[in-house]
């Protein structure tokens, strides 16, 4: 093997053999065990949250691949209507040009264009990460087959009466033009402002004050709304108010919607553009007056003056005439939730509109059924509450966009404004009978993305046709998805997969966090801290990290604090780590945690990780070189039967780590085992073993074929999480070990042996471990040289410490590097020692003549006074009022946990000084 671990060098050919023996293909026997990917959005390259998701889910693909299981882990990428539509018409406004330019046709060959290249480099980065998919099956949602299963559930719904046209208040995007669903909306606390504005009644006799915050939209009013049990306003109910600047007269109503609390008590109805305004007006049978246009502008419904001013102009100018015509009360600052689409940062109008919808509720209680009776198990268990609040409150789905992109409606109007539905237009006028010159023309509107995810588990297995591969792997295992689409995605493929396939469309949904930055902040352009997986993997020169985190940033004191902390948190730039330590750092945060810290000293954590497993790897290989390793005379020392049994208990956290979607147990438990029990105890201890005359010739040959077959069950249990190295390591390892094939992801995953557990040779090396490191802790304190061998008395020495120290001598001279152990005899004194315990055992390390007792209390004094500054500057810190009230919270604790560092290591230090300073 080679002298240092090159991941570089190896995860590119690894990948490339096995994609092209279709090592990723269902192996065509076993359980049915299949996972459909969350598809990408082709709107650019992977981040760090696809990248933790895809190691969770190869994970999962590689053990129950080496479980035995008929593998399939479904790739394929999603057409992401509005935001891949945004990213090319971004791309044309650059060139001078627009869509409306292009035209329709002309405009979606430009979106295939670049869909084909961000989607090769999605590809490219999967195959990076060592996403083990069944590339032969990748899909896309506007596929053939795809848009096949589209038109079919539009249509069957359609027939149904769950699908419906209907004129109704929708979230409007002004600068996309397209209605968007509540989940596309996010909505922000601002600042901004509420206007009290004066009614005039319409009998003259005085006027009444309504308060709002959007005082356009005031030309839309249908009514006013008082509570019925507000004395103040009860005996105005039935009459009207004239609208100020337009003379209009409207009703004063009575309804329990009405917040008696807030302001007069009088609300101006707007139903047209306010949700709960159009309640209002259905109940009380009010008009439904529209004065916006798709630009959010004012329309003709409006006096003349304002006709054609952007609503944000128009608020100024209402607001300035209604100041002229005495009519405004008074302003004041306000704090509100604003809407914004998701993807443009447009304020969204509730705007009037004829659109597609989803008749939901008949889909969504079986949905609900389906979990509350167990069919579906949500991990954690406590995201079905989430589930059901949602399910339990919906509301019609708007399923048509505004937009050129995506599956076009199969709906089709004749010129008298008849609707015909069908799976084509010739479908359409089949079914309706109408002669071919009839003329028709296709609705322009797309179908909500949503609605072609909805379908995913099902339609890439082949739906509507009943397919082999829809037979055996749906329903699929597992969903592995971020808890921020369980609305998106996760209720509405439950609904359409139980509607059409009666069939719910996975067994388990295991939601996991979000990827944060150290610091706990969402990564973001705007904030400088977005990480590219791909960077971590290969790394990147400080000067290509500050470019590719600035590039785009128009504002030039953005892009300058961005370059300066990126330069502060990264120096050198970001080292290359390689695939299997970023695989391995992402096992180790999942946890059940809402929120995910990625901290980049992690990674280089399991980088370290992996140079230790290949280090170990070679030290094995060396060690078994030439030997002899078939079965014969052996004889198993105290060491193989610990390792042994040490093995079995890591395989038993790890495969209930997997089992129970504890990826972090999983991967602590292998860490623990290699790092600490079979790299820095089982190794070192082999060597003695090996050593010329360490053991007997039977010993030897068992040590061997234990490190062999502790070395091989390890790479197979470690592969889910770390494919590249293991795979490197077992194709040498595997045959010296007896084991054919010649794969690792085919080889069988190693279950514990129950025989192996061996809890007398766990106690016994515990013991040996403890005694070991009692010394080595006295070396350290004591400050002695590591290559310095002392002899070490024995107090205390019951008969079973004698015992154990006759079949352990061997090992402990050499892992503590003494020079003898000596039992003190019967009355025999105490020299003056350093001193361990072990239960009733003394261990003690005589000091005369082992270190120079003047110049150790001299360095333990001087660290003893530094110690001292420092601990009472930090103290006389946190003392200071003033910096407690206005340093970072973060800071503040950070001083506290310094406090507590000095005051332990000074009293160590104190203690060491008194041992030495008994020795003087």
Same mark, same amino acid.
């Given at each position: 093997m080679?002298?240092? #671990?090159?991941?570089?060098?190896?995860?590119?050919?690894?990948? $490339?053999?096995w994609?092209?023996?279709?090592?990723?293909?269902p192996?065509?026997h076993?359980?049915p065990?299949?996972i459909?990917?969350?598809p990408?959005?082709?709107t650019?390259t992977?981040h760090?949250g696809?990248?933790?998701?895809?190691?969770?889910?190869?994970?999962?693909t590689?053990y129950?691949?080496?479980?035995?299981?008929?593998?399939?882990w479904?790739?394929?990428?999603?057409h992401?209507?509005?935001?891949?539509q945004?990213?090319?018409?971004?791309?044309?406004?650059?060139a001078?040009?627009?869509?409306?330019q292009?035209?329709?046709?002309?405009?979606?060959?430009?979106?295939w264009?670049?869909?084909?290249?961000?989607?090769?480099?999605i590809?490219?980065?999967?195959?990076r990460l060592g996403?083990s998919?069944?590339?032969?099956?990748?899909?896309?949602?506007?596929d053939?087959?795809?848009s096949?299963?589209?038109?079919e559930?539009? %249509?069957?719904l #359609?027939?149904?009466?769950?699908? #419906?046209r209907?004129?109704?208040?929708?979230n409007?995007?002004?600068?996309l033009h397209?209605?968007?669903?509540?989940l596309?909306?996010?909505?922000?606390?601002?600042?901004?402002?509420?206007?009290?504005?004066?009614?005039?009644l319409?009998d003259?006799?005085?006027g009444l004050?309504?308060?709002?915050?959007?005082? +356009?939209?005031?030309?839309?009013d249908? $009514? @006013?709304?008082v509570?019925?049990?507000?004395?103040?306003t009860?005996?105005?109910i039935?009459?009207?108010?004239?609208l100020?600047?337009?003379?209009?007269?409207?009703?004063?109503?009575?309804?329990?919607?009405?917040?008696?609390?807030?302001?007069?008590?009088?609300?101006?109805?707007t139903?047209?553009?306010d949700f709960n305004?159009y309640?209002?007006a259905?109940?009380h049978?009010?008009p439904?007056i529209n004065?916006l246009?798709?630009?959010?502008?004012?329309?003709d419904?409006?006096?003349?003056?304002?006709?054609?001013l952007d609503?944000?102009?128009?608020?100024?100018r209402?607001?300035t005439?209604l100041e002229?015509?005495?009519?405004?009360?008074?302003?004041?600052?306000?704090t509100?939730?604003v809407?914004?689409g998701d993807?443009?940062d447009?304020?969204i109008?509730?705007w009037?509109?004829?659109?597609w919808?989803?008749r939901?509720?008949?889909?969504?209680d079986?949905?609900?059924?389906?979990v509350?009776?167990?069919r579906i198990?949500f991990?954690?268990e406590?995201?079905d509450?989430?589930y059901?609040e949602?399910l339990r409150n919906?509301?019609d789905w708007?399923? &048509?966009?505004?937009?050129?992109w995506?599956?076009r409606?199969?709906?089709w109007?004749a010129?008298?404004?008849?609707?015909y539905?069908?799976r &084509? +237009?010739?479908?359409a006028r089949a079914?309706?009978?109408l002669?071919t010159?009839?003329?028709l023309?296709?609705?322009?509107?797309?179908?909500?993305?949503?609605?072609?995810?909805?379908?995913?588990p099902?339609?890439?297995?082949?739906?509507?046709?009943?397919t082999?591969?829809?037979?055996?792997f749906?329903?699929?295992? @597992?969903l592995v998805t *971020?808890?921020?689409?369980?609305?998106?995605?996760v209720?509405?493929?439950?609904?359409?997969g139980?509607?059409f396939?009666g069939?719910?469309?996975?067994?388990e949904?295991?939601?996991?966090?979000l990827?944060?930055? *150290?610091?706990?902040?969402k990564m973001?352009?705007s904030?400088?801290?977005?990480l590219?997986?791909?960077?971590?993997?290969?790394?990147?020169?400080l000067?290509?990290?500050?470019?590719?985190r600035?590039?785009g940033?128009?504002?030039?004191?953005?892009?300058?604090?961005i370059?300066r902390?990126?330069?502060?948190?990264f120096?050198q730039?970001?080292?290359? #780590?390689g695939?299997? $330590?970023?695989?391995?750092t992402?096992?180790?945060?999942?946890?059940?945690?809402r929120d995910?810290?990625?901290?980049?000293?992690?990674?280089?954590?399991?980088?370290?990780?992996?140079?230790?497993?290949?280090n170990?790897?070679?030290?094995?290989?060396?060690?078994v070189?030439?030997?002899?390793?078939?079965?014969?005379?052996e004889r198993?020392?105290?060491?193989?039967r610990w390792?042994g049994?040490?093995?079995? $208990?890591?395989?038993r956290?790890?495969r209930?780590?997997?089992?129970g979607?504890?990826?972090?147990?999983?991967?602590?438990?292998l860490?623990?085992f290699?790092w600490y029990?079979?790299?820095?105890?089982?190794?070192?201890?082999?060597?003695? %073993?090996?050593?010329?005359d360490g053991?007997?010739?039977?010993?030897?040959?068992?040590?061997?074929?234990?490190?062999?077959?502790?070395?091989?069950?390890?790479l197979?249990a470690?592969?889910p999480?770390?494919?590249?190295?293991t795979?490197?390591i077992?194709?040498?390892?595997?045959?010296?070990?007896?084991?054919?094939?010649?794969t690792?992801m085919?080889?069988?995953?190693?279950?514990?042996?129950?025989?192996?557990?061996?809890?007398?040779?766990?106690?016994e090396?515990r013991?040996?471990m403890?005694?070991?490191?009692a010394?080595?802790?006295i070396?350290?304190e004591?400050?002695?040289?590591?290559?310095?061998?002392?002899?070490?008395?024995?107090?205390?020495c019951?008969?079973s410490?004698?015992?154990?120290?006759?079949?352990?001598?061997?090992w402990?001279e050499?892992?503590a590097?003494?020079?003898?152990l000596?039992?003190?005899?019967?009355?025999?004194? +105490?020299?003056?020692?350093?001193?361990a315990?072990?239960?009733?055992?003394r261990?003690?390390?005589?000091?005369?003549?082992?270190?120079?007792?003047a110049?150790?209390?001299?360095?333990?004094?001087?660290?003893?006074a530094?110690?001292?500054q420092?601990?009472?500057?930090?103290?006389?810190?946190?003392a200071?009022p003033s910096f407690?009230?206005?340093?970072?919270?973060?800071?503040?604790l950070?001083?506290?946990?310094r406090?507590?560092?000095?005051?332990r290591?000074?009293?160590?230090?104190?203690?060491q000084?008194?041992?030495?300073?008994r020795?003087?």
């Amino acid at each position: 093997m080679d002298k240092s #671990y090159s991941p570089r060098d190896i995860e590119a050919r690894l990948y $490339a053999r096995w994609e092209a023996d279709g090592r990723f293909r269902p192996q065509g026997h076993g359980t049915p065990y299949a996972i459909v990917i969350p598809p990408p959005n082709v709107t650019g390259t992977l981040h760090m949250g696809h990248a933790f998701q895809y190691t969770i889910m190869d994970a999962l693909t590689r053990y129950h691949r080496m479980r035995g299981d008929d593998t399939l882990w479904q790739p394929g990428t999603d057409h992401a209507g509005i935001a891949t539509q945004m990213v090319v018409e971004r791309q044309l406004q650059a060139a001078g040009q627009s869509r409306q330019q292009l035209g329709r046709e002309a405009f979606v060959a430009r979106v295939w264009q670049w869909k084909e290249e961000s989607g090769g480099a999605i590809a490219r980065q999967m195959r990076r990460l060592g996403a083990s998919v069944d590339w032969t099956r990748d899909r896309f949602t506007l596929d053939e087959g795809l848009s096949r299963a589209v038109v079919e559930t539009f %249509v069957r719904l #359609y027939d149904e009466g769950l699908i #419906y046209r209907g004129k109704r208040l929708v979230n409007w995007d002004p600068v996309l033009h397209t209605a968007l669903s509540d989940l596309e909306v996010l909505s922000r606390e601002e600042s901004g402002h509420l206007w009290h504005l004066r009614y005039p009644l319409a009998d003259g006799n005085g006027g009444l004050i309504v308060a709002t915050t959007r005082p +356009e939209t005031m030309f839309g009013d249908a $009514a @006013v709304a008082v509570h019925p049990d507000d004395d103040r306003t009860r005996h105005l109910i039935g009459g009207s108010v004239r609208l100020p600047l337009c003379g209009r007269e409207i009703p004063i109503v009575a309804d329990d919607f009405v917040d008696r609390s807030f302001g007069s008590g009088c609300v101006k109805i707007t139903p047209a553009h306010d949700f709960n305004d159009y309640d209002v007006a259905a109940r009380h049978g009010l008009p439904l007056i529209n004065i916006l246009d798709r630009d959010a502008a004012l329309n003709d419904e409006v006096p003349t003056p304002y006709r054609g001013l952007d609503r944000f102009v128009a608020r100024r100018r209402v607001v300035t005439d209604l100041e002229a015509a005495g009519l405004l009360d008074k302003i004041e600052p306000h704090t509100l939730m604003v809407p914004r689409g998701d993807r443009s940062d447009a304020v969204i109008e509730p705007w009037l509109t004829d659109q597609w919808y989803v008749r939901v509720q008949p889909l969504a209680d079986p949905a609900v059924d389906a979990v509350a009776g167990g069919r579906i198990r949500f991990v954690p268990e406590n995201w079905d509450r989430t589930y059901f609040e949602w399910l339990r409150n919906i509301k019609d789905w708007c399923i &048509s966009r505004q937009l050129w992109w995506g599956h076009r409606i199969p709906a089709w109007y004749a010129t008298d404004g008849s609707i015909y539905v069908g799976r &084509s +237009e010739a479908e359409a006028r089949a079914r309706h009978s109408l002669a071919t010159d009839v003329a028709l023309r296709q609705d322009d509107d797309v179908l909500d993305t949503w609605f072609s995810a909805a379908l995913w588990p099902y339609s890439t297995l082949g739906w509507p046709e009943r397919t082999p591969e829809l037979a055996k792997f749906y329903p699929t295992a @597992v969903l592995v998805t *971020g808890f921020d689409i369980i609305f998106f995605w996760v209720a509405r493929m439950i609904m359409m997969g139980l509607r059409f396939t009666g069939e719910v469309p996975f067994r388990e949904v295991y939601v996991h966090g979000l990827i944060l930055d *150290g610091a706990g902040q969402k990564m973001s352009k705007s904030k400088g801290n977005v990480l590219d997986p791909l960077d971590l993997v290969d790394g990147i020169s400080l000067e290509a990290l500050v470019a590719k985190r600035t590039a785009g940033l128009m504002q030039a004191h953005l892009a300058a604090g961005i370059e300066r902390a990126t330069r502060q948190q990264f120096p050198q730039g970001i080292a290359p #780590y390689g695939t299997d $330590a970023l695989r391995f750092t992402f096992a180790a945060l999942a946890t059940q945690s809402r929120d995910i810290r990625f901290d980049v000293g992690r990674i280089e954590g399991y980088r370290n990780f992996c140079n230790k497993l290949w280090n170990a790897a070679r030290y094995v290989e060396g060690s078994v070189a030439g030997q002899a390793l078939d079965a014969g005379a052996e004889r198993a020392t105290l060491a193989d039967r610990w390792i042994g049994s040490r093995l079995a $208990a890591a395989l038993r956290a790890t495969r209930a780590g997997f089992d129970g979607y504890r990826f972090d147990l999983a991967s602590q438990a292998l860490y623990e085992f290699t790092w600490y029990e079979f790299c820095d105890w089982y190794l070192e201890l082999s060597k003695a %073993v090996l050593s010329p005359d360490g053991a007997s010739a039977a010993e030897q040959r068992a040590t061997r074929r234990r490190l062999l077959a502790t070395l091989e069950t390890l790479l197979r249990a470690l592969h889910p999480l770390m494919p590249f190295i293991t795979e490197e390591i077992w194709l040498r390892i595997a045959p010296l070990a007896g084991r054919g094939g010649d794969t690792i992801m085919q080889a069988p995953w190693p279950e514990a042996d129950a025989a192996a557990a061996d809890p007398g040779a766990e106690a016994e090396m515990r013991w040996l471990m403890d005694f070991i490191l009692a010394v080595r802790r006295i070396r350290a304190e004591m400050d002695i040289p590591p290559s310095r061998r002392f002899d070490v008395r024995l107090a205390q020495c019951g008969p079973s410490d004698l015992e154990r120290l006759a079949r352990t001598r061997h090992w402990i001279e050499r892992l503590a590097n003494v020079s003898g152990l000596t039992p003190l005899g019967a009355g025999e004194p +105490e020299p003056e020692s350093a001193v361990a315990l072990q239960g009733e055992l003394r261990i003690l390390v005589p000091m005369a003549g082992l270190i120079d007792v003047a110049a150790e209390a001299a360095r333990l004094a001087r660290r003893i006074a530094k110690l001292q500054q420092d601990l009472g500057r930090t103290e006389a810190k946190l003392a200071n009022p003033s910096f407690v009230a206005n340093a970072p919270a973060a800071v503040v604790l950070q001083e506290r946990a310094r406090i507590a560092d000095f005051s332990r290591e000074l009293a160590g230090l104190e203690a060491q000084l008194l041992r030495v300073q008994r020795l003087q």
